[in-house]
């Protein structure tokens, strides 16, 4: 018997005490019946009634109890056959409703796969770089301390400063709250073993390892005692990755020998897959006692280590970061530093691991995104309950047929929840292939930013490049799915039920109820509100970057080409440096199509160099802390000429201004206009802290700004002149005047043939050196922009249903009005207008969420403030140009109603 004429022979579902009533009902009647029998037959009605209780077998109580409970079991076995039996017949008959508006079925899967595919990919970006635990042992346990600078001079004290190796010992010595310490450095180093290569590297303590819970796969790890014996056996552990790609896995790497800036290095391990450091960068890991020109490990002031511990059980990150507080001072004791005129001593502090991760630019951007795209989801899910609740009021006269013919509200509001649930899961499936797609653009994308977090909290490990669709994204795909369908479901589904019997099948389907339609409005008044909100944050990000991009940074990167030039420390004696230097570039000018060349120690916008304080040697001496701060440059002579960077008073840099002659030094617009306001700025001279020029030097030029940060104004910097000052770490800049990225294969050439010991490496051009600085502003306003743009589209889709159901619903209206001499112009403005006036209350609304969202986009704008004029009247304009496309349509259509037959249509 089919299932649909089955449920006519139903018989209702009764309560338990129902059941239980029924059958002692029937357990009487059996009984009465065999005393009938008995007493038939001559026996007393005691002895009959006995007998009979004697032959069931057992107690009565219990015989009770067993009907009751085999009662009970078959009626739950009939209640789940018919909940099942109801829920396929609700899916077959959903799935067919569906099939049969495939417009309907299409739009509403593509939006709720939108919103959820893209929530589902930045769920899975956030919960990469945030919300996952760190890949080591008891990540929880794991501390980074770190040194803190008073305030001085009005300027605010640092509490990031790295550690110099006496003063870690002097901590190391005497807390008693870690089971374990390591410091750590990021380097790069040559090898010189087989072909000649730069590597990334950690110089680290011998207990590294150890105290992040990691062991090696191959090999053994340090000894500890390496940290005592700086004249220790040189060793080293490669990772897996430079295991593999360098020497091929080979399984008796162990006890080979690796040469590193020309000094032999003994390998005892290989770290586990993936492990590359608290940096996330290095393929070498060497114990800080034995690395090459060790000498400044002795340097109480030599600060360029970082420290990380692992709390002792049972000490909390509190208790462990007041006792390094504590010993901060104790360490300050050791090493005083008498730079601070006003007293104040340096301290310590302590950090969780998980709180330095990931840059705090990068979390902030995160959760932004984050937040817009639940704003984009939850447009999504208002516009197919949009789609919905237009679906439900063209069904008015079949619900209440259903209603007639006596379908319980519940039963009808559970067939409508089962086609939403379908719905939602068709958008679920369909999301998961965005949010594989989003995923894995992500990873790929990687802002630049977050390659250059170690740089600063010596913490790379986690980024972008890890986030992939694993089970956890899936789970909160799933659970994302089953809410949108239950929540966006539920509200129309009951509005739906609410049909009055009588007018639904009088009016015929032509009647739309009044309070669906209001509740359209309102739906579309919140997508347009929410829209605002999210095009507001775009167009400040965007009005942001175009500022970022079109300021002027000092430079022309156009037709340069960059190389990063390391010479081993020792190949070559200090004083042939500036010789090789004019070497290499005598030899790089001789390329064809190369215009200029020249070296220098860092590429602008890049972060700078260095910085220093400088000394006036001209007036009397001021205290350290009064003394101003400054940018310092190493460059070649011919540097500003290759970089376009022009020459505002004084000389340039010459061949001249070498070791032995008079020091020099250049300095820029903002150094001069800083430094000497009266405008007599050649001739001065300074002691700048750093390249041997505390002694003084000669302000010989002024050059123009240039910005070493792209989202900041230029700063007071020097330059020193690299002949005066040499160095093995260098970046070539050459001009061409063709395809700057050709030349590469050129440039290692020409730079082989002059120092062919020094691995060059990082070849870009510098118009990607300029990309990469602004890549977190573009990624960031990229994916605001394709939000906005989506939310954008969905609210219009929203506008445009509502218009259209209106024209429907008004069509005899129209045609009345028509019929009295109403133009078609008059009935398209009306009908545009009442779409624009949804649009301005919903702007209203949305400018003011606007106002309050925006703030936390405060610090990632350049030169604007969240409440930009400009921003939010051309938003205005946008919506309201989005508005009338989406009301024309319908206008045009409501302006084209033929009056008789609109009038004879009911």
């Given amino acids: ?232 056996e040189k060793q080293a552990i490669l990772s897996d990755r430079l295991w593999q790609r360098r020497y091929n896995a080979d399984p008796t790497i162990i006890g080979k020998t690796i040469n590193l800036n020309r000094e032999p290095y003994t390998i005892v391990g290989v770290t586990p897959a993936g492990f590359t450091g608290l940096s996330g960068q290095s393929e070498i890991f060497i114990p800080v006692t034995t690395r090459p020109g060790k000498g400044d490990l002795d340097e109480a002031q030599s600060h360029e280590f970082f420290l990380v511990g692992r709390r002792k059980p049972g000490v909390s990150a509190a208790a462990a970061t007041a006792a390094v507080r504590v010993l901060g001072g104790r360490v300050y004791s050791a090493f005083p530093d008498g730079r601070f005129g006003n007293g104040a001593a340096w301290g310590a502090t302590a950090r969780p691991l998980d709180d330095v991760r990931i840059a705090p630019l990068v979390r902030r951007s995160l959760l932004i995104l984050f937040g817009a795209v639940g704003f984009v989801l939850l447009i999504a899910c208002v516009n197919v309950a949009n789609l919905q609740l237009g679906r439900a009021s063209t069904r008015r006269r079949e619900i209440a047929v259903r209603l007639a013919i006596g379908a319980g509200r519940g039963r009808l509001v559970r067939l409508l929840l089962t086609e939403s649930m379908l719905l939602a899961l068709a958008g679920g499936i369909a999301g998961l292939f965005v949010a594989f797609l989003g995923v894995h653009a992500l990873s790929t994308l990687n802002p630049a930013v977050t390659s250059r977090v170690a740089r600063f909290t010596g913490v790379g490990s986690v980024t972008l490049s890890l986030v992939s669709l ?111 230097y004019a070497q290499i570039v005598d030899r790089l000018r001789a390329l064809p199509g190369v215009t200029d060349a020249s070296l220098a120690a860092c590429a602008p916008l890049s972060g700078g160099c260095n910085g220093t304080k400088i000394e006036f040697k001209d007036q009397a001496p001021a205290d350290f802390s009064q003394q101003p701060n400054v940018g310092v440059s190493w460059v070649t002579p011919t540097w500003f000429n290759t970089m376009r960077i022009p020459l505002k008073s004084g000389r340039a840099f010459t061949t001249a201004d070498r070791v032995g002659a008079a020091k020099v030094v250049i300095v820029n617009e903002s150094a001069a206009r800083t430094l000497w306001p009266d405008g007599h700025v050649l001739g001065r001279r300074i002691g700048v802290g750093q390249g041997g020029f505390s002694d003084g030097a000669e302000v010989i030029g002024v050059v123009g700004d240039i910005r070493q940060f792209a989202d900041s104004v230029a700063k007071p910097d020097v330059f020193l ?92 209206e129209i045609g009345i009005l028509i019929a009295l001499g109403a133009d078609q112009g008059r009935v398209r403005r009306s009908v545009v207008g009442e779409g624009l006036g949804l649009v301005a209350v919903g702007a209203v609304i949305g400018i003011g969420g606007a106002l309050v969202c925006t703030r936390v986009l405060r610090t990632m704008l350049f030169d604007l403030t969240p409440t930009d004029p400009v921003t939010y009247v051309g938003i205005v304009a946008l919506l309201a140009a989005a508005a009338t496309a989406a009301s024309w349509i319908p206008a045009r259509r409501a302006a084209r109603v033929d009056p008789v037959i609109a009038l004879r249509a009911d």
């Fill in 470 to 580: 694993d089970w956890s994204a899936l789970v909160f795909a799933l659970g994302l799915t089953a809410v949108v369908g239950l929540v966006f479901g539920l509200v129309p589904a009951l509005g739906a039920t609410r049909t009055s019997v009588t007018s639904a099948i009088k009016d015929g389907p032509s009647a739309r109820g009044s309070g669906s339609t209001t509740w359209r409005r309102i739906l579309v008044v919140a997508e347009v509100s929410l829209a605002m909100v999210l095009l507001a944050g775009s167009g400040l990000m965007i009005r942001s970057l175009s500022k970022l991009l079109s300021t002027d940074a000092g430079f022309d990167s156009r037709g340069v080409l960059t190389a990063r030039l390391s010479v081993t420390p020792g190949a070559i004696p200090r004083d042939s440096m500036p010789l090789l």
């Fill in 721 to 812: 002149p690299y002949m005066q000052s040499p160095s093995g770490r260098m970046i070539i800049f050459v001009r061409t005047a063709g395809d700057a990225a050709a030349l590469g294969s050129d440039l290692r050439r020409a730079v082989h043939d002059v120092a062919p010991s020094a691995p060059m490496y990082d070849v870009q051009t510098m118009s990607a050196r300029v990309a990469s600085s602004t890549a977190q502003a573009r990624f960031s306003a990229a994916l605001l922009a394709l939000f906005a743009t989506t939310a954008l589209s969905l609210a219009v889709i929203g506008l445009y249903g509502v218009m259209s159901l209106a024209v429907s619903s008004r069509t005899r």
């Fill in 1 to 232: 018997m089919r299932p649909g004429v089955a449920r006519l022979f139903r018989l209702p579902l009764r309560s338990r005490t129902a059941i239980h009533a029924d059958i002692d009902e029937e357990l009487e009647a059996f009984i009465a019946s065999r005393v009938e029998d008995l007493v038939a037959r001559g026996v007393s009605a005691d002895a009959a009634r006995a007998e009979a209780l004697r032959r069931l077998g057992a107690s009565l109580e219990s015989v009770r109890d067993q009907l009751h409970h085999s009662a009970e079991v078959r009626e739950r076995q009939m209640r789940i056959r018919d909940y099942w039996d109801d829920f396929l017949q609700d899916v077959r008959y959903a799935t067919r409703g569906l099939l049969r508006r495939p417009a309907f079925t299409a739009v509403a899967v593509l939006t709720l796969a939108i919103g959820i595919g893209a929530t589902t990919s930045i769920f899975s970006a956030v919960n990469t770089l945030i919300l996952r635990r760190l890949p080591y042992a008891a990540p929880d346990e794991l501390m980074t301390m770190s040194l803190t600078t008073p305030d001085a001079g009005g300027r605010k004290g640092r509490n990031d400063m790295v550690w110099s190796y006496p003063k870690f010992t002097v901590f190391r010595d005497a807390q008693s709250v870690f089971s374990s310490l390591a410091v750590y450095s990021i380097q790069q180093i040559t090898t010189t073993s087989g072909d000649i290569e730069r590597l990334s590297m950690e110089f680290v303590g011998a207990t590294y390892l150890r105290t992040l819970g990691v062991a090696p796969i191959r090999g053994r790890d340090f000894d500890p005692r390496l940290d005592e014996h700086a004249d220790a």
